[in-house]
């Protein structure tokens, strides 16, 4: 069963930092764009960052200069390495990857299960 599998989220004090990992497993054929994305009680799922599998980074404004994305095509992961962390950033992270589990097919998106991330104050 294809899956995609988050850790890292946790408790840490503003200005602190946090690195959330993602692995894809199952059978997969290929992997397109991999992203990270974020949902705060009350507020609608946004775009945290996303890369290709070339290397190419895209950010939200909100996180510019503060976190940076990075991938490991080998491994199927992704990261998201959290620094200057603010009670803003207090979400549930979701993992996001665009699948292709056959030659033939297309690629599809996929979600983890989340992990929270708390930023106290």
């Known amino acids: 069963q294809v899956q995609l599998v988050e850790s890292g989220g946790g408790l840490v004090q503003a200005g602190g930092s946090l690195r959330l990992s993602c692995a894809a497993s199952?059978?997969?054929?290929?992997?397109?764009?991999m992203g990270w994305y974020r949902q705060a009680p009350g507020k609608q799922r946004e775009l945290v960052a996303a890369?290709?599998?070339?290397?190419?980074?895209n950010y939200s404004d909100s996180v510019k200069g503060r976190f940076t994305i990075s991938r490991d095509n080998a491994k199927k992961s992704v990261y998201l390495q959290m620094n200057s962390l603010q009670p803003e950033d207090t979400a549930v992270y979701y993992c996001?990857?665009?699948?292709?589990?056959?030659?033939?097919?297309?690629?599809?998106?996929?979600w983890g299960q989340g992990t929270q991330v708390t930023v106290a104050s």
């Open positions: 199952g059978s997969i054929f290929s992997i397109n764009v």
């Open positions: 890369i290709t599998y070339a290397g190419n980074t």
């Open positions: 996001h990857a665009e699948l292709k589990l056959r030659y033939d097919s297309g690629y599809f998106p996929y």
